[in-house]
């Protein structure tokens, strides 16, 4: 399922204090492997973890007020720099876009986002006429799914 599209990993939520370095919500198990974001426009110093969240100093951002400058900004990286996956494993930018079929092959709709509540990943899915629904991310639920599209089981879609 590689491709070289972007993947969020981090997104800017607020400067820290005078120096440029910037407050970060991160998506990532691990933010510190990769060094540049945004196709090279930030390069990552340095990254620690604070009171609300990690804080991180990029290259590029010398002061306060470029750091306010960068709020709300994704920190992205392309796909393909993501570590391999095991079997059985994915991605949640992977997943989302992906086309749901029924079992029989009938078009249900598409995944829209994937949310983890603590319990296991769910998804969840927008139909044709809109309506949305959410299935878990467990084979009993979708017993297959790859680049092409997701299978959910029998009486989840209803």
């Not at 470029?66 to 992977?94: M, S």
């Given at each position: ?15 820290h ?14 933010l ?71 079992e ?10 994937v ?5 296991g ?38």
């Amino acid at each position: 399922m590689a491709s070289d599209r972007p993947v969020t990993l981090a997104v800017v939520i607020g400067a820290h204090g005078v120096t440029g370095e910037v407050r970060l919500k991160v998506f990532a198990e691990d933010l510190a492997a990769h060094r540049s974001f945004n196709g090279g426009a930030l390069t990552l110093k340095s990254l620690r973890h604070g009171n609300n969240g990690a804080i991180a100093r990029f290259a590029e951002i010398p002061d306060r007020t470029a750091a306010e400058k960068l709020r709300g900004t994704e920190l992205t990286v392309p796909r393909t720099a993501l570590p391999p996956l095991g079997e059985g494993e994915y991605y949640h930018a992977d997943l989302i876009g992906l086309a749901v079929l029924s079992e029989a092959g009938e078009a249900i709709g598409t995944v829209v986002a994937v949310e983890n509540f603590g319990a296991g990943d769910v998804i969840e899915i927008a139909k044709a006429d809109g309506k949305r629904f959410m299935v878990p991310m467990q084979p009993a639920a979708v017993p297959r799914w790859d680049e092409t599209g997701l299978i959910i089981a029998d009486g989840w879609a209803e």
